[in-house]
């Protein structure tokens, strides 16, 4: 638990900020405790002062004094407020803009000296009201003599100084310097500045950076361990609360292990910009690599420890004015994105060769084209006109007003007025050009009346630009979804999408009733069991593949009629396997070296099997767990989860080629190697989705027989009893997790969650190890395609953004469990090899014990293992793969199912067929696994 700093020594000499805010602007105010108020400017008379007050729409304020003075808007836009404290004169005042037409108002909030509003200037969405400041005794100087205020008799706030960072800005009150006018930004929020100081002891030097902070009015929260400041942070996050800056002991690594610390920080959501110090010895600045280790794992800066805290103080300083305010700056970009994209005129941004760089949702409905057919294209092949004077005039840097011809889709032109403005970003060339379409006859309506784009998705090109967003609130962030318009070319879209779009058309035209009852219609029509999967037509004469995708995808009904009548009941996993877990696992360095690349997508999966001795599971898992900080996640010793390993591992069959542990290895690694993609590209799962999913990941095959539900069913098995034939397996996967989890105290690593906590994941894990039977394979991606790369928002087709997760979760697994076809080739045969091995070995069973015959091609003499690849690509993981990359970004999965795809091919035409042929041509990998129990 983080403790406050209250608990610290000298925590209470906080009140002051000395030496911030030098008054340079209006109504400048040394803001030091002793400071002189600044003298007269310009703007002032009649002993009168003008400052700045920015309108916000939040209810609680800060008066400089201190003290916070409730707004309560009023329905007829009239503000009745509370002053801030006995007859005290308040030197900022809340207002709405309605309250700027009522000085009277604003005269009662004063109960000392009169201010008056003198004037409303409005800068850019904001409005600020310029307010004439009571100056004279008696005034705002000596506000601070209000016990209320907390600050020292005389001393006035800088709250009326010009703020060079937002931590010297009051709260609610900005004024804005010249740069803020030339270069229009969103002033950044201005909470209160939190740290968060991670110090394993409280020593001298956690003391002083604990003093520096309070010196610039941070507020400080002080933890001692890894865990304990994941756990704040976590909390901060539930809060909505969040730490600007993080300091962390990096003194030693004894204590606390400052690099992955600022390594799981900077990969927890919501911390790109959270600013992140280590505190060094003076020593490690003599040699690079320890403080570049910290800056490579996300540190913004390294200082070196002081026990001087003025030397401390100004260092803090410097960050904050070079770190933090740009940070903070950068933050509110997001919201400039968001109002550009929904503006109703059209905006259009090139670079100065004239290639569209952007362009807002109404530059789609003018061109009646989707956003990757603008982005990256020549402005040229959008305009009639010729564009020669514009790049002329660009590169002078003036710019242009004037009639030009826009080319829609499809159509004639259409005359517009376009204005370009060139904007230098970087150096005094323009980088960019800014285009500025009015539309003839003014407004929306005017577009509205063009035909629309059939399948435009509601995103920009900054769909790829770094959002930050979880996958629950993929919902509302309509940008996210632009690269995934090629999901709409896949022949997959669920027929109800196509309803639900044209619903979500009639109700923008209709009445309210009707639109109520439209709304309940959707309701029901986004229930589960309406996406049926519109099932891809299987065209294929090869009869090994349809062998394989119809034994894949199609339920036990079919082979129900086939059983014969001897059929005998195959004893399943044994339940009491012991685990054996290697004492010294840490110390294999082979290991440990293999494993630093365990993220990496041409991981060596068999070599792990190999050195572990078939313990890969064991050791990527526990690596993994240690990556995702799966242990803190679960509040749980390593040793529970490693011996949860241990024990999961041994209830997978070595004797199975495929379904072994090494898959759930395999399984479990591609598994985080998406998260980290869904990290890099900022859509964050949250700690215990991320835990959950490589515990699904881990357990999904657990205690699998290397016999598939179809043959369970055939021959009478009591899993398939026990599951009534319906995804027997998958049923018995998810049941035996919990089983052996919940049954030894041991290795139950949920024993610390709380009840609704440990609900939650339990439910999660089931759905996901559930969702990777096969005979859903399309109905799971069908509903992924048509809600991740809808036209529609995702929050529209389903029932909540729970839901939405859920699909991406769902898609995680599914695509991690096959994406054997999707790795480096050599392990990509490998795997081929071991499937086919198995699907043999079931097939000699099947015959053995005159059971159906569920997959009659896998006959070890016939069988043409490239077909079945070429099948299994071209039917089941080809569309998904495209799916699942067009999501997270990650092209190498279709690069190199696409070299598969064509090695396969080579070798069908080559007449490499049988397991012996391409074990001639590909040397198994690793060990050859053990056919042994
Ligand atoms: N390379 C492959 N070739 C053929 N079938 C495969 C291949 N990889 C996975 N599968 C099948 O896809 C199924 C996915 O779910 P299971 O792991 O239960 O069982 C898997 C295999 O039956």
Redesign the pocket.
Same mark, same amino acid.
């Given at each position: 638990m983080g403790c406050s700093t209250s608990a610290l020594p000298n925590s209470a000499s906080t009140t002051a900020a000395p030496g911030v805010g030098v008054g340079v602007g209006i109504g400048g105010n040394g803001g030091g405790p002793n400071a002189p108020l600044p003298p007269l400017d310009a703007n002032e008379k009649d002993g009168s002062l003008l400052f700045c007050i920015k309108l916000r729409r939040s209810r609680m304020r800060r008066c400089s004094c201190g003290a916070v003075t409730l707004q309560q808007q009023n329905g007829d836009g009239s503000t009745g407020s509370a002053t801030c404290g006995d007859n005290i004169m308040c030197n900022q005042v809340l207002l709405n803009p309605q309250q700027t037409k009522n000085e009277s108002d604003y005269e009662k909030l004063s109960t000392g000296k009169k201010d008056s509003i003198v004037t409303v200037a409005a800068l850019g969405n904001f409005t600020h009201s310029v307010v004439r400041r009571a100056t004279g005794t008696g005034s705002t100087g000596t506000s601070g003599t209000s016990s209320s205020g907390g600050g020292r008799p005389g001393h006035r706030k800088s709250s009326l100084a010009l703020a060079l960072t937002p931590e010297d800005e009051p709260m609610d009150v900005y004024t804005r310097n010249l740069m803020d006018l030339k270069y229009p930004t969103v002033l950044p929020p201005n909470p209160q500045l939190k740290a968060l100081l991670v110090f394993h002891k409280s020593d001298s030097i956690c003391e002083v950076v604990t003093l520096a902070c309070q010196r610039h009015q941070l507020d400080v929260t002080l933890v001692k361990s890894k865990e304990e400041a994941l756990d704040t942070l976590q909390k901060s996050y539930a809060t909505a609360q969040c730490y600007h800056l993080i300091i962390i002991d990096a003194r030693s690594t004894k204590g606390l292990d400052a690099e992955h610390i600022a390594r799981t920080i900077r990969h927890t959501h919501g911390h790109h910009l959270t600013t992140i110090i280590a505190v060094c010895k003076k020593s490690f600045f003599e040699k690079d690599d320890a403080l570049i280790a910290l800056l490579d794992a996300g540190v913004n800066r390294c200082i070196a420890e002081t026990t001087n805290l003025a030397m401390c103080s100004v260092e803090l300083k410097q960050i904050l004015h070079s770190i933090i305010r740009p940070h903070n700056v950068m933050s509110t970009q997001q919201a400039l994105y968001t109002a550009l994209h929904r503006l109703k005129e059209v905006v259009l941004i090139t670079d100065d060769l004239l290639r569209i760089q952007y362009a807002n949702r109404a530059t789609e409905r003018l061109l009646n084209m989707r956003l990757d057919e603008i982005i990256s294209k020549p402005l040229a092949d959008i305009f009639v006109s010729d564009l020669s004077t514009i790049s002329e005039q660009g590169k002078s840097i003036k710019e242009f007003d004037g009639i030009l011809t826009v080319r829609r889709k499809n159509q004639e032109g259409i005359p517009m007025h376009v204005r370009v403005v060139p904007v230098a970003c970087i150096g005094s060339a323009p980088t960019h050009l800014i285009f500025n379409f009015d539309i003839p006859g003014g407004g929306m309506d005017f577009i509205a009346t063009l035909p629309q784009p059939k399948e435009a998705p509601r995103g920009s090109l900054h769909s790829v630009r770094r959002c930050s967003f979880d996958v629950r609130s993929i919902a509302s962030d309509g940008l996210r979804r632009t690269s995934l318009a090629k999901l709409t070319s896949l022949p997959l879209e669920a027929p109800i999408t196509k309803i639900i779009n044209l619903l979500s058309q009639v109700q923008e035209n209709c009445s309210a009733d009707e639109a109520r009852l439209i709304d309940k219609v959707l309701e029901f029509l986004k229930r589960e069991g309406l996406y049926s999967p519109q099932m891809k037509e299987i065209r294929t004469d090869d009869p090994i593949a349809t062998d394989?995708i119809g034994a894949?995808l199609t339920g036990p009904s079919v082979y129900s009629s086939r059983r014969s009548s001897n059929d005998s009941i195959i004893r399943t996993g044994n339940s009491t396997r012991t685990a054996i877990v290697p004492a010294k696992m840490k110390a294999n360095p082979i290991v440990m070296e293999l494993l630093e690349e365990s993220l990496s997508w041409d991981f060596d999966i068999f070599k792990l099997e190999e050195i572990t001795d078939y313990h890969p599971l064991l050791y990527l898992g526990m690596e993994m767990f240690r990556r995702f900080d799966v242990f803190a996640t679960l509040n749980i010793d390593e040793n529970v989860c490693k011996a949860w390993l241990a024990v999961i591992e041994a209830h997978y069959h070595k004797s199975n080629t495929y %379904?072994n542990s090494t898959h759930a290895a395999d399984v479990m690694q591609a598994t985080g190697a998406f998260i980290t993609q869904l990290t890099n590209r900022e859509m964050v799962m949250d700690r215990m989705d991320e835990a959950t999913a490589l515990i699904a990941a881990a357990a999904h095959?657990v205690d %699998?027989p290397g016999r598939?539900s179809a043959f369970l069913s055939n021959s009478n098995n009591p899993l398939a009893i026990l599951y009534n034939d319906l995804t027997v397996?998958e049923n018995h996967h998810a049941a035996i997790t919990f089983k052996l989890t919940l049954g030894d105290d041991k290795i139950n690593i949920f024993k610390n969650l709380d009840k609704e906590t440990y609900k939650s994941a339990r439910s999660t894990i089931i759905d996901m190890i559930l969702a990777?039977e096969?005979t859903r394979h399309f109905e799971h991606l069908a509903k992924f395609v048509s809600v991740f790369g809808s036209e529609v928002e995702p929050r529209e087709l389903v029932q909540s953004e729970e839901e939405t997760s859920i699909l991406m979760r769902r898609m995680l697994i599914k695509v991690a469990?096959?994406s054997?076809?999707a790795r480096p080739m050599q392990y990509c045969i490998e795997?081929?090899r071991r499937?086919a091995e198995e699907y043999f070995m079931q097939t000699d069973e099947e015959k053995q014990r005159h059971l159906p015959i569920v997959m009659p091609m896998f006959d070890r003499a016939t069988c043409s293992i490239p077909k079945?690849?070429i099948g299994?690509i071209e039917y089941i993981i080809q569309d998904m793969m495209h799916a699942w990359d067009s999501f997270i970004d990650m092209p190498q999965l279709i690069t190199c199912m696409q070299i598969n795809y064509s090695q396969w091919k080579k070798y069908d035409e080559q007449g490499v067929n049988t397991l012996a042929d391409i074990m001639a041509k590909q040397p198994p990998v690793g060990n050859k696994p053990s056919n042994s129990k």
């Open positions: 394989l894949l %379904h095959d %699998h598939s397996l990777t096969m469990d096959v054997n076809p795997w081929a499937i079945s690849q299994f």
